[in-house]
Each structure stands twice: as structure tokens, then as C-alpha cells.
């Protein structure tokens, strides 16, 4: 169906080549990954870039001739170095897999063994000759940019870093030079500057010893930062594949467009916006293009047959008929900050915090106005949701002082009376576990309001719809338990159950770190929109500056249970005071070239 | 292409299967998925006769269970089915009416237990640090001891009364049942829709009653079933040892003891009352585990998604 793009210096075949690649359930009923189709040059990172349920997990899983259970590959080949993967006969298979092919997980913690050292899990991936010897080892520790020492070989893996985890688990997958190594979202789980370290140990790597590695993401600037060429997977499908480059500064596929457009980004002030409609279930149609709901663009033909990828520069294709045309988006402008007459609703002097012993908060003392949304930005460990916890009320192992509308607020939720309660709401991270699972939304909701209003049944039930409609979800949510909903559904719940007390501060803890980028995008413009109309004041932690810019008016950075930069967001995002800060704006992965060579110079 | 075309109609007879699903209420449609495995027809199949035979049995005795009617140890005839025991009395009688008060005294022996053993479970998990602490050390102390052998030894001192057993029978339990609660519990009160309860200023007994509940129920119903297991046999073990009921009451466990010497003339008359309690045993265990798969199948991988899609925004 499709002729292979063939370029002049691709003389004799690639390091990696896969043809017409298919996965599908065991009953051959849906069809998880379709027709997949990609070559890779030897030292050539490509990345795949992909939302939840999209099927790239799989797809990466897939190169390595793995599926998970229930799954089975259907057709297609897989060619590594000359070899075909599909043929090989398990034992073959298994022999193969560590040598020819690698895999890094997302999480290096549950991927290495906790009870055998560093050092005995690394020899493990040697040759049976090589085991013994350490200063192999250390060469290979030293290469990922870990110390070579042999004390760090004893260790075991709780004694480490989520960073050098990963690193472990990089150094183990290049232990035996493979040709092909799959990198499943490595640094999701780290703070920016780890992130950054960590790519850059990865793209020297497959630099230096000419690997091919696929990097699989749902973060298309950290895509953009390691990857020179870029798929594009939508319900399991590549919509398009390109150079870099070009598919992020003129992507062809109405999907690529959309997705570009959610993720904020931390050059650029400019509001991001969502994808309509709600993501496909797992698994590719068969009869038409998958995004075709969702699509601006589609035609009659888009949904009556399945577009073929058409090549539209070299190296540049993409599944879509129309891929010269363009959707009238809203031009990506500045954004008009706000200026909030900063009467303080809320101020915190002072406000130490400890976990038992050990003191995590070393007196903070900051403000919030009324109406203003501030940021709390800082990376994993420098306090900041044990800040938000403690103005929540939910840390009572705190001491100093705070005020709520100029009135002492105590420390402690039980302590405080229902009216400040309901005043201050608190939204969780994890939106799949702030709902109890065995009660439907309306009567979470309900049940909320019924803590501090005596109402009847009938005026509860039209203010949890009210309190629904104003997050945008449909009153037939009420009845719906929280496994009906998908992450982005649930969060919104979560506001909703925040708005229906009519509170003055909503406290956001990291409330997207946990959503998809399309789905964040709605998220925080539905906040930003609250904020608008409602004059709420939003306290919203994160440790994404990107996620800030366009939505919080004022930025308070933390470090190590210290706050260490205040200011107006744009101030602080162009003029950064603090070292911190100026370290958390270089290592934010970022979208373009020049945003890229700007950061070094920060 | 023709591959796509039959893939496109699987997809719609797909879509007309979800549609025929749909049409029946959600709660048939989980009775179904729960039936669909063997275990659970086993289990309830084996658990439902029994507890007929137990409930409705007494209607169909052929004679009074204590009536003398043949001669001690007589083999199986048409008049006495499964023979005679001891004291020449009818065996199939005296089955049909001796499972009433094992099994009662079981379920109530249990459900005291559970209620007790989830209760101080539930407090220690929610509450934690002393609380827990003293709960379940003074717990540890109580499982030093060895139980059926307290039992014992407040039966003999202080006579044999149905609420007294059932009472040492579920203490025997709370102990066990509570460290299962405890540890579910423990779970369940990390959750952030428990800290969000308390931030808003919800009462511990409410929280407990509301949000922790509700989401330890499983771990409660696969602790009942394992514990009714084990109360029949501790029962039917203090029946054996005429510790629950004197003769000449018809029960399982007391005809065990009377009629073990006779084993060679007339087997039926232990074999029967012993299969009927194994029968039963393995049925309840059955329908537990298959309960605990059923109520787990949200959480495994590759779990089948909820058949309709939501319409909505995201």
C-alpha cells in the first residue's frame, strides 16, 4: 500500500525496520495497535508521542516482540539489525531480548529487584564472563553519569533516587550495546531538572554507541527534546510521522495541531486550549478515521473510510486527507494577566511544619489576595503540598500563625468552625482516589453540601446539578460511580464538589499532574474561567512552571521547605531571582529550538 | 482490504451484543458475571442444598429423631433408608432434623464475630496510633491463648447454653477477623476521599459508617464466609464432645461420637452427617472465593471497560 520514503544516504537497511505491525486482542475482536510502519537509523531516537489509551505503550512493548496479557501480535514484521524478531523461536526470542533489543520501564522502582545490590543486578545483564568484572561495571556506571565507585555498586535500590533508579535502569539496558532500546515514558516520574539530566545522558548514549532507541511519551516537549524524528499515535494508529521540526512547527494532522496547542508552554504566556469531544476507547476503527468526531476538519470521507498516510514532504506523512487545510484556531496571543486589587484573604506567617520529628516547612510566611490565583512551584520534596495541606487544615502537625479574612485561622481542620470550612476547599492530586468508590458523584457531592446546609432533598439535588453544569459535566453524571468517569471527568467532579459549598479559596494540589495534556488544557481553562466569573481565589500547586504561566498571577517557588522567590508570574518567569527558580525555567523541557538556546542563557 | 471489511462487521455485531447487554439492569448483569464462573455455581448449588435439606428436612423426617424404631446399627432397608444407629433410632430422620442448631448457632456465632472482629478492625485502622496500639496488642494477647481449648474450658465451667457457644465461638473469631479489617481499613483510610471527609469536618463514626465501610465490605463477606466455615466445625467439634447439645438431641456432630463404633455394621450413620458437613464446608468456600474474584474484577488488568461509553465533555 505504501512505498517505504527512501532517502539517498539510506543506503542498505536500517538498523530497525517494521512493516504493517498489528496487535490485537487474543479473540482477534479489537485491534490495540494498526498497521505500524517505522525504520530507524542506527544512533536515531525516535519518539512516540501519545495519549492515555492511545496504544503506544503497546506499540513500544510490540518491538520487542512482547505484548501484555490478553494481547497477541497479528500481523506484521520486525526487523532488527537483519533479524526477524517474528521468527525467532522463544528461547531464541529470550536470548535475543537484553542483546539485540532492550526495554526501559517508567518505573525503575518496581523494575528492579529490592533485594539484590546494584551492582549483582547489573552484572546480571552481562555476558556470564564479563560478570566478574567490576571495572566494567564502573565504565558502565560512569557512563550514565553515576558515581564509579564501588560502595555505590553495594547499594541496594531503596537507597537511591528515583533519577539514578532510572539511571540504573539505563545503564542495564546499554549494558550489552543492543541495537534497538524502548524507552517507556523513563522520566515521567521526575522533577524537571532530573528529567533533563537524564535525557541528556540518553541521547549521548545512543550518540556515541549508534543505538536506535524509540522514545514512547505522552509529553510532547520532552518528545521534542531528545527526539529527531516524531509519530504521532492516536487510537492506535500513526496519524503522522515526521522530523521533529517540522511536525511541531507545522503539523499536518488536525489531531497533532490540537494536541500542540494544549500543552502550555513555558515561553509563551498564551492560554492553551483543549481537545473537543471525549478520547476513543482502546483500539483502532476499522471503517473510518479515528478523530474524525472530534475534528474540525472532517469530511464525509473521513468517516467513511480509513485515510491511507500519504507522504507529504520527505519523511513527512501523515493519515489524513486533508492535510494541507487548517482549522480557524484562536491565534496563540498574550494572554492579558489581571491585575487583582490584593486585598489578602488568606496570609501564613511563619508556618512550620513536621512529620514527626523532622521539620519540613521551615517557617513560611506568605499571602494570598482575594480573587488571585497563586502558584506554588517546586519539585518534588521542597514542601509545597505540605504547605497547601497545612492552610487545608489537614497537617495539624504544624505550628505558627495563620489568617483568614484578617481573622485567625487555626492549624487544624477540627479545630476550625464549619463557615471557614466551607470557605477553604481543597482539591486532591489524584482524581482517582478522592471519590469513594461505592458512591455515586451526585451523592459525594450531596453529601458535601448536606455537611453544611439543612435542604431539602429536591433544593440538594438542584444545586449538585448547578454545581455539575458549571463544570460543563451533563446532570446524568449524578448517578454515575467514579469508575464511569475518566481521569479528566473525575477532576472535574472534584471542582464541582469544591464549588457547591460557594468557597472564597480553592487550595489545587497538583490537580494535573495526573491527566492527560489535552485533558489538563481543559482543566485549567475551566479554572482559569472560575477564577473570571467567580472572583474565587485559587492557591494551585504544581511542579509544572509551564502549567502557570497563562492561569496563576503570582508565582511563590519553595526549596527544601523554604520559600525563595515571590513575584508576578511574568516578572518571575523573565527576570528569575532565585537559583531555584532560574534551575526549574532551564530544565523545563520546551517546544522549540530558540526556547531551547534561550534557557542556557537564563 | 477484505480483512477491514469483516473487522467493520464485527465491530457492529459488537455494538448489537453492548446494546443487547445494556437492555438488563446493572445489578442482573453483575449477578451474571458472578454465576459465570464454575466456582460460584458450584458453591452455591452445594451451600443452597444443604441449607434446604436443613431448613425444610424436619417436614420430611420419617419418624421422630428420638424414636426407637429398629435395632441398634441396622442396615439400610426400604423402611430405614440409611439404616439405624445406636440406640436403633432412624438414621435419615435423625440427619434430616440434626443440622438445625450447628448451623444456627454457626451463622449466628459468626456474624457476632465478624460485627465484633470488623468493628475493632475498622477503629484501630482508622484511628491508628494508640488507638490501634491498644487494640490490637490487647488482641495478640487474646491469640496467645490457645482458643479451643478456652472454649472448652468455659463451656465445662460454666455450662452449655446456644448463646454462651456462639459467644466463645465469635471471641474466637474477632481476633482474626480484626487483623483482616484492620489492614484493608488501613488502605481505605489513606484515600484521599477519607482526608477530604475530614476536611470538611466529618465525624469519625460517620467516616467510618460512610466512606470506610461501604469499601471493606468484600474483605467483610470473604471473612464471613471463611469464618462460617470454620464455626461449623468448631461447632460441630464441641457437638462431637456433647459440649453443645446432650443426647438424645439429633445433631450432626453429636451422632459422629455415638455412632463411630458401629462404623462396621452401619457406616451410613457417621459418613452421612460427616459429608453433609464437608458438603457444606467446601460449598460455602467455594462461593467465598468466588465472591472475592467477583468483587476483584474491577482491579485486574484487562478488565472490561463499563459497556457504555459516557457522553459528555472529555
Given at each position: 500500500m505504501r512505498v517505504p520514503v527512501s532517502t539517498p544516504e539510506r543506503c542498505g537497511e536500517a538498523a530497525v525496520v517494521v512493516r504493517g505491525l498489528c496487535v490485537t486482542t487474543a479473540d482477534g475482536r479489537r485491534c490495540l495497535v494498526d498497521d505500524a510502519s517505522l525504520e530507524l537509523e542506527p544512533g536515531e531516537v525516535l519518539g512516540i508521542v501519545g495519549e492515555s489509551g492511545s496504544g503506544k505503550t503497546t506499540l513500544g512493548l510490540a518491538l520487542l516482540h512482547h505484548c501484555r496479557r490478553g494481547l497477541c501480535i497479528g500481523r506484521g514484521t520486525i526487523r532488527v539489525a537483519g533479524r526477524d524478531l517474528g521468527t525467532a523461536a522463544p528461547e531464541e526470542l529470550r536470548q535475543l531480548r537484553g542483546r539485540l533489543v532492550c526495554y526501559v520501564p517508567q518505573d525503575p522502582a518496581s523494575a528492579l529487584n529490592p533485594a539484590l545490590r546494584i551492582g549483582t543486578q547489573l552484572a546480571e545483564c552481562l555476558e556470564p564472563r564479563a560478570r566478574r568484572d567490576r571495572t566494567q561495571l564502573l565504565d558502565l556506571l560512569s557512563a550514565v553519569k553515576l558515581p564509579p565507585r564501588e560502595s555505590f555498586l553495594e547499594s541496594f535500590p531503596h537507597q537511591l533516587s528515583g533519577g539514578q533508579l532510572q539511571r540504573v535502569a539505563i545503564a542495564m539496558a546499554f549494558a550489552n550495546r543492543p541495537r534497538l532500546i524502548v524507552m517507556d515514558?523513563?522520566?515521567?516520574?521526575?522533577d524537571v531538572t532530573t528529567q533533563a539530566h537524564v535525557l541528556d545522558t540518553v541521547r549521548q548514549l545512543c550518540d556515541r554507541h549508534h543505538v536506535a532507541a524509540i522514545y514512547v511519551s505522552h509529553d510532547i516537549a520532552v518528545v521534542a527534546a531528545i527526539a529527531r524524528r516524531v509519530a504521532v499515535v492516536y487510537a492506535g494508529r500513526i496519524v503522522e510521522i515526521g522530523p521533529t521540526e517540522r511536525v511541531l512547527r507545522g503539523p499536518a494532522h488536525p489531531y497533532t495541531r490540537a494536541l500542540i496547542h494544549a500543552v502550555p508552554d513555558i515561553d509563551d504566556a498564551t492560554p492553551v486550549s483543549g481537545i473537543p469531544g471525549h478520547a476513543p476507547e482502546a483500539g483502532a476503527e476499522f471503517s473510518c478515521c479515528s478523530f474524525a468526531p472530534r475534528c474540525t476538519l472532517a469530511v464525509d470521507a473521513c468517516r467513511e473510510h480509513l485515510p491511507d498516510l500519504l507522504t507529504i514532504a520527505p519523511g513527512h506523512e501523515v493519515r489524513c486527507p486533508r492535510s494541507g487545510d487548517r482549522e480557524n484556531l484562536p491565534p496563540r496571543g498574550p494572554v492579558a494577566v489581571r491585575e487583582t486589587s490584593v486585598k489578602p484573604l488568606l496570609a501564613a506567617h511563619g508556618v512550620r511544619a513536621f512529620y514527626g520529628r523532622r521539620e519540613v516547612l521551615h517557617g513560611v510566611t506568605f499571602e494570598v489576595g482575594a480573587g488571585e490565583c497563586v502558584a506554588l512551584v517546586g519539585e518534588s520534596g521542597s514542601g509545597k503540598t505540605t504547605l497547601a495541606r497545612c492552610i487545608g487544615g489537614l497537617h495539624a502537625e504544624a505550628r505558627g500563625t495563620m489568617t483568614f479574612h484578617c481573622e485567625p485561622l487555626p492549624l487544624d481542620t477540627r479545630v476550625r468552625s464549619a463557615a471557614t470550612r466551607r470557605r477553604i476547599q481543597y482539591i486532591f492530586q489524584n482524581p482517582y482516589g478522592s471519590f469513594n468508590p461505592r458512591r455515586s458523584i451526585g451523592a459525594s457531592l450531596a453529601l458535601t453540601l448536606s455537611q453544611f446546609e439543612k435542604l431539602t432533598s429536591s433544593e440538594r439535588r438542584g444545586r449538585v446539578l448547578a454545581a455539575l453544569d458549571q463544570v460543563s459535566l451533563p446532570a446524568s453524571m449524578a448517578e454515575r460511580y467514579p469508575r464511569d468517569l475518566s481521569g479528566g471527568q473525575r477532576q472535574r467532579a472534584a471542582i464541582a464538589r469544591a464549588l457547591i459549598t460557594d468557597p472564597e479559596l480553592l487550595i489545587c494540589d497538583e490537580i494535573t499532574s495526573a491527566l492527560d495534556v489535552s485533558v489538563q488544557a481543559v482543566i485549567t481553562e475551566l479554572l482559569s474561567d472560575l477564577q473570571r466569573e467567580r472572583g474565587l481565589a485559587m492557591l494551585f500547586v504544581t511542579h509544572n512552571l509551564a502549567v502557570v504561566r497563562?492561569?496563576?498571577?503570582r508565582i511563590v517557588v519553595m526549596q527544601g521547605g523554604h520559600l525563595v522567590e515571590e513575584g508576578p508570574t511574568d516578572a518571575v518567569m523573565r527576570h528569575p531571582q532565585s537559583d531555584e527558580t532560574k534551575r526549574l525555567l532551564r530544565d523545563a523541557p520546551r517546544f522549540t529550538a530558540a526556547g531551547r538556546e534561550a534557557a542556557i542563557h537564563l | 482490504m477484505a480483512g477491514h471489511v469483516s473487522a467493520a462487521a464485527r465491530s457492529a455485531a459488537r455494538s448489537d451484543a453492548a446494546r443487547a447487554a445494556g437492555s438488563y439492569p446493572a445489578w442482573i448483569r453483575s449477578v451474571r458475571e458472578f454465576f459465570s464462573r464454575g466456582s460460584a455455581i458450584w458453591g452455591a448449588s452445594l451451600t443452597a442444598a444443604v441449607l434446604i435439606l436443613v431448613a425444610i428436612g424436619p417436614l420430611f423426617a420419617g419418624y421422630p429423631p428420638i424414636d426407637f424404631v429398629g435395632a441398634p446399627f441396622e442396615s439400610p432397608s426400604l423402611d430405614l433408608p440409611l439404616g439405624a444407629d445406636i440406640m436403633g433410632r432412624d438414621v435419615l430422620s435423625r440427619v434430616l432434623s440434626g443440622g438445625t442448631v450447628i448451623l444456627s448457632l454457626s451463622a449466628l456465632a459468626t456474624v457476632l464475630g465478624v460485627a465484633l472482629g470488623g468493628l475493632l478492625g475498622i477503629s484501630a485502622g482508622y484511628f491508628k496510633g494508640v488507638a490501634d496500639d491498644l487494640i490490637m496488642r490487647t488482641l495478640d494477647v487474646l491469640l496467645a491463648f490457645p482458643q479451643t481449648i478456652l472454649a472448652l474450658l468455659f463451656v465445662s465451667v460454666l455450662g452449655s447454653s446456644f448463646l454462651l457457644i456462639a459467644v466463645l465461638v465469635a471471641a474466637i473469631h474477632a481476633p482474626q477477623v480484626a487483623r483482616v479489617i484492620r489492614a484493608a481499613a488501613l488502605r481505605v483510610a489513606g484515600e484521599d476521599f477519607v482526608e477530604y471527609a475530614k476536611g470538611i469536618g466529618t465525624p469519625p463514626l460517620k467516616i467510618m459508617a460512610r466512606e470506610i465501610v461501604p469499601n471493606v465490605i468484600g474483605p467483610l463477606l470473604v471473612e464471613g464466609g471463611l469464618r462460617f466455615t470454620y464455626s461449623i466445625a468448631l461447632i460441630a467439634g464441641l457437638s462431637f464432645l456433647g459440649l453443645a447439645q446432650d443426647p438424645p438431641a439429633a445433631n450432626w456432630g453429636l451422632m459422629l461420637n455415638e455412632n463411630r463404633i458401629g462404623l462396621a455394621q452401619n457406616p451410613w450413620a457417621v459418613v452421612v452427617p460427616v459429608g453433609l458437613i464437608a458438603i457444606l464446608t467446601v460449598g460455602v468456600n467455594l462461593l467465598t472465593d468466588a465472591y472475592g474474584s467477583w468483587a476483584a474484577r474491577g482491579n485486574r488488568p484487562g478488565a472490561p471497560q463499563p459497556a457504555e461509553i459516557i457522553e459528555g465533555p472529555l
Open positions: 515514558e523513563p522520566t515521567t516520574g521526575l497563562g492561569l496563576a498571577q | -
